[in-house]
């Protein structure tokens, strides 16, 4: 069982350029998660999408938009990079009711 | 809003001894989870524990446990014998349960806990 699986791992982006963070899950769950983690802050929720079709703003969703192309999989793009956006970025997906979330593996995103 | 609160930033614990990993959070919901999540030098974030709000009896797993006060809103995490392998980043999250922002995680901002041979 792959779980959750985030492309890429890893990432350098120029200020300005655009790029797209992928996410798919295989365990048939409802809900998906894009997460941020800095140092010092934990994990801060950018955007969500409670159930295929639906998308909405968390914490801090400035600077990113989000796509849930079907139940599967739930992207995070960045339209032009600022190194504010450089940090540690969590896809997780988990049942509507309750149930932990299970998280990728995480993306490092260095933007200079 | 939820907030999480992890009053202790890092701390250290001798291996086979027992620690505490403290958790307070802030609500108005009288339904909600809490979780205790750790994540390893390798970045992966691993679920150590769930607890119902509704359930009275602390949850267990295995050397995990917690302790649950609902009424002073305080859920800490005690590691027995504690192994090398418990060094990590532990993260304590809310999650509401209706309402806008349901079955959204709200983590507090760790505690690094390093296990002394």
């Known amino acids: 069982n792959a779980g959750v699986t985030q492309t890429p791992k890893f990432q350098v982006l120029k200020t300005g350029q655009s790029m797209t963070l992928q996410c798919a899950q295989d365990?048939?769950?409802?809900?998906m998660y894009w997460y941020r983690q800095d140092p010092g802050m934990g994990l801060r929720l950018i955007y969500y999408s409670a159930s295929e079709g639906t998308t909405d703003k968390g914490e801090v969703p400035n600077g990113y938009n989000v796509s849930r192309l079907n139940k599967r999989e739930f992207s995070l793009r960045l339209e032009s990079a600022a190194p504010s956006q450089t940090s540690v970025y969590f896809c997780a997906s988990s049942e509507t009711v309750g149930t932990e979330a299970f998280f990728g593996q995480g993306t490092r995103l260095t933007v200079v | 809003a939820q907030t999480v609160t992890q009053s202790q930033p890092e701390m250290s614990v001798q291996e086979a001894e027992t620690v505490t990993l403290s958790c307070t959070y802030d609500?108005?919901?009288?339904?909600?989870?809490l979780f205790w999540y750790k994540q390893p030098p390798s970045r992966q974030m691993i679920l150590v524990i769930r607890?119902?709000?509704?359930?009275?009896q602390n949850a267990t797993e295995n050397r995990f446990s917690v302790n649950f006060q609902k009424a002073a809103k305080s859920f800490s995490l005690k590691i027995s014998d504690s192994q090398l392998g418990d060094t990590a980043m532990y993260f304590c999250?809310?999650?509401?349960?209706?309402?806008?922002?349901?079955?959204?995680?709200?983590f507090g901002k760790g505690t690094k806990l390093s296990v002394i041979p």
């Open positions: 609500t108005s919901e009288n339904n909600y989870y």
């Open positions: 607890q119902e709000a509704y359930k009275q």
């Open positions: 365990m048939n769950h409802n809900s």
């Open positions: 999250a809310f999650m509401k349960l209706s309402g806008a922002g349901s079955y959204q995680l709200t």
